[in-house]
């Protein structure tokens, strides 16, 4: 599988462009046993879920330490409210994979396959059909309590078809010529009083190969498991991320950053990383502009997620605030018996240091911005130490910690902030997925937009405290 590449267009950044997609294997993680069959049992308790089986690494999460010494804050820009268990496969010659779950208790569920970190395929929680018997709770006012809860999902090596011609409750993972299947498990903000897996464990595989034989548990993993079972992470060297800054015509002290806040929707990571070398000038950013940014992914991200992001300096002001409207997104901590409706399943907000660390500092959920009238916010980002007074619940603002490592590679004055949309309602028109070249996100997104300024803390404090 190839796909288009904007190094192609040429011109002296086509090699500095090249090493910044590049991506670096970090730390290998062991399995543990495998999970035995959960059955419809009572789901509440962790101790009864491995945290990873030999099928799937992890967990990969911010919540807490591993159990694999992996840090879960530097996984490629991660969502703290997820978690995230991976697989690095090859299947034989015609061969399909099975594997067997239950929907977990939480916000949201879903399997992606990838191809050196770009997504190729994906299946939300509500596009996998229940085991007969079982019921899906992430369908729109579905019973979200039954113990009946089983799906079944096949995994094959081979391209997506063609819309409409898909085989029901089909993972679609043709890696690139040469690599290996990396698939993903994703589980976000499991109802309160659940483990990491929203209480159901995790999914076991089964091999069925060509003749008919039937492989379960690590005769599976033996037959399948690619010999790397390394976590990835697209990050680059420190030397490469400062050149790319300094490119002349820039500030270094300052690019990629400007002052009015420029927020961009992410195609791709080639395109995202060109702005770094281009953008300084008008005639270069224009030129990147104009150039067809194709919606493609990277850093493992979620296809059921889109994304705008903007690079922040200190130098143009400690404190960054965001004013906006909140999309509507159902609200599952507490354990509501019935799925609600929403415009999206999942709104957050993350600040992140570059792409030598791709580390995630700190994220708002959207149960965590703070709702005014007309579910208007107002969300402050700065340091612990310049963060305002009002920045707080009492007075109506959301608070996210800037952090204190900058960009992890020697400026301190750096931040990154990322906007997620996920699992949108196709009726949400605003929503960062139809936006569909950047220069329009403001015009698409209306009012959930981020308007957004840099201040200083006094000049927020001078607001005062309003409470709703």
């Not at 270069?284 to 059921?304: I, K, P, T, V």
Request: hydrophobic fraction near 30%; charged fraction near 25%.
């Amino acid at each position: 599988m190839t796909r288009p590449d904007p190094r192609q267009r040429g011109g002296p950044a086509a090699v500095l462009l090249a090493a910044l997609a590049c991506a670096v294997p970090l730390g290998a993680i062991a399995g543990g046993a495998v999970a035995e069959d959960s059955g419809d049992r009572q789901d509440r308790g962790a101790a009864s879920h491995p945290p990873a089986t030999c099928f799937w690494e992890g967990p990969i999460s911010t919540k807490r330490e591993t159990t694999r010494g992996f840090d879960g804050r530097t996984f490629n820009f991660p969502e703290e409210s997820a978690t995230y268990w991976l697989a690095r496969l090859n299947l034989p010659a015609d061969s399909r994979l099975v594997l067997h779950g239950r929907y977990p208790h939480g916000r949201y569920m879903s399997l992606n396959s990838y191809s050196d970190g770009a997504p190729t395929d994906a299946l939300s929680d509500i596009t996998i059909d229940p085991r007969p018997g079982s019921t899906n709770p992430f369908n729109k006012g579905a019973r979200r309590d039954l113990r009946k809860r089983s799906w079944r999902v096949q995994v094959l090596d081979e391209p997506p078809p063609a819309s409409g011609a898909r085989l029901p409750n089909t993972l679609y993972a043709e890696p690139a010529l040469g690599a290996a299947i990396e698939l993903a498990y994703r589980v976000y903000e499991p109802d309160r009083g659940y483990d990491l897996t929203g209480g159901t464990g995790l999914s076991r595989a089964k091999l069925v190969t060509a003749d008919g034989q039937k492989l379960r548990g690590q005769d599976a993993c033996d037959a399948v498991n690619d010999s790397n079972r390394e976590i990835t992470v697209q990050t680059i060297p420190t030397p490469l991320w400062q050149s790319a800054r300094a490119t002349p015509g820039c500030d270094a002290e300052t690019n990629p950053a400007y002052d009015p806040v420029r927020w961009e929707r992410f195609f791709n990571v080639n395109y995202a990383s060109l702005a770094v070398i281009t953008d300084c000038t008008p005639q270069g950013r224009d030129a990147r502009l104009a150039m067809e940014a194709e919606s493609q992914g990277g850093f493992y991200s979620n296809r059921d997620s889109a994304y705008i992001f903007s690079h922040l300096s200190r130098d143009f002001g400690p404190v960054m605030v965001l004013e906006g409207t909140l999309p509507k997104s159902p609200q599952t901590l507490d354990g509501p018996t019935r799925m609600p409706p929403g415009e999206l399943r999942f709104w957050s907000l993350c600040s992140g240091e570059s792409r030598v660390t791709t580390r995630t500092p700190d994220c708002l959920a959207d149960h965590q911005v703070l709702e005014k009238s007309g579910r208007e916010y107002t969300v402050v980002v700065s340091r612990r130490n310049d963060r305002p007074e009002n920045a707080r619940a009492g007075c109506g603002v959301a608070w996210l910690n800037w952090g204190n490592r900058g960009d992890g590679a020697g400026d301190r004055d750096y931040g990154l902030l990322i906007m997620r949309n996920m699992l949108v309602s196709p009726d949400f028109d605003e929503a960062i997925q139809n936006v569909p070249q950047p220069g329009q996100e403001k015009e698409v997104m209306n009012e959930h937009f981020p308007n957004s300024a840099y201040s200083t803390t006094a000049e927020f404090e001078d607001r005062g405290c309003t409470n709703g």
